[in-house]
């Protein structure tokens, strides 16, 4: 067989096909934007966060942060605190915080999320119910009993030692009892007044003796005395003589006398309270019964018989 002819074949010149531009692929689960999307334009794609995060980054992955507060706050809201979330990198990272005035003293034991909050009515100086400068312009102590943000309006003004006295949300009146700030009295078993309160004034309060007993004393113990007679009188009364009670500050001293024109000659020996008394009637002239001068008058000495 004879050899096959190879046939001539003109070649055509052809152009080059144009590049295919392939979608670039999402990065990290972000999207991808490119603005300018003409052949000589490159790495200036965008990479943007999928929202809840934020933030883009061009010609690379986008760092992506989420503020946590943004579904979170409403739990912070329910207890009347608001939420922060200091690191938009980590999941878990949001708490609570006191809003002011409020004062952030730390966080609950049950919940770390919650702040423990306080509101000091005394020191705080921002909020409508605080004290403020009422009690220190008054020179009175400011005292919060109830630090509870809920627990408003309780703080107390309380006056400075000696001067006693408080008062709610309000400056106290304050009084200078010395009776109540003085043992002096007490210690001694007596009664104490302070008829003057006043601040200024001082030392001028008494000191009373206790019934039955009398006497009082300005600014210390009163001596106290105390006349037995005012128990005593009816013994000697019923024995026709008086009572005298010659010692007031000791027990027991009381004693009967006789009654004039009677003399006294000495002491019961059966009872040394009782006196022994006689009546001399030529002796004694101020009596109905006696001698006087009756005798003397015509010369005659006078005798007489006890009684």
């Not at 939420?83 to 990272?93: A, E, I, K, V, Y």
């Not at 210690?187 to 003057?196: H, I, K, M």
């Not at 002796?283 to 006890?306: E, F, R």
Request: proline content about 8%; overall charge negative.
């Amino acid at each position: 067989m004879p050899p096959r002819r190879l046939q001539s074949v003109s070649v055509m010149n052809v152009s080059p096909a144009p590049p295919v531009l392939m979608p670039l692929m999402p990065a990290s689960g972000q999207t991808c934007y490119d603005a300018d999307k003409t052949c000589p334009s490159k790495n200036d794609f965008t990479c943007e966060c999928k929202p809840p995060s934020i933030d883009n980054a061009v010609g690379a992955a986008a760092v992506c942060t989420f503020d946590e507060c943004k579904v979170r706050a409403p739990n912070c809201t329910a207890i009347g605190q608001y939420c922060n979330d200091p690191d938009l990198l980590n999941d878990d990272t949001w708490v609570c915080h006191c809003l002011p005035p409020n004062v952030e003293v730390g966080r609950d034991m049950t919940n770390a999320k919650n702040a423990l909050c306080e509101l000091d009515e005394c020191v705080i100086m921002a909020c409508p119910t605080c004290a403020n400068t009422t009690c220190s312009d008054a020179s009175q102590t400011c005292d919060d009993p109830n630090k509870d943000p809920d627990s408003t309006s309780d703080w107390t003004c309380t006056c400075v030692a000696p001067a006693v006295g408080s008062a709610t949300t309000k400056v106290a009146e304050c009084v200078c009892d010395e009776c109540l700030t003085s043992t002096t009295c007490t210690d001694a078993g007596q009664t104490c007044y302070d008829a003057d309160k006043t601040c200024p004034s001082k030392n001028d309060f008494t000191c009373e003796c206790q019934p039955p007993s009398i006497d009082n004393a300005i600014g210390a113990a009163a001596v106290c005395t105390f006349d037995e007679c005012k128990v005593h009188a009816p013994d000697c009364t019923a024995i026709g003589q008086y009572c005298n009670d010659p010692d007031l500050l000791n027990d027991d001293t009381w004693v009967c006398h006789c009654l004039p024109p009677n003399v006294e000659v000495g002491r019961d020996m059966t009872n040394a309270k009782n006196a022994l008394c006689e009546l001399d009637e030529c002796v004694i002239m101020a009596c109905p019964t006696c001698a006087k001068t009756t005798c003397s008058a015509v010369g005659q000495t006078c005798d007489y018989n006890l009684q």
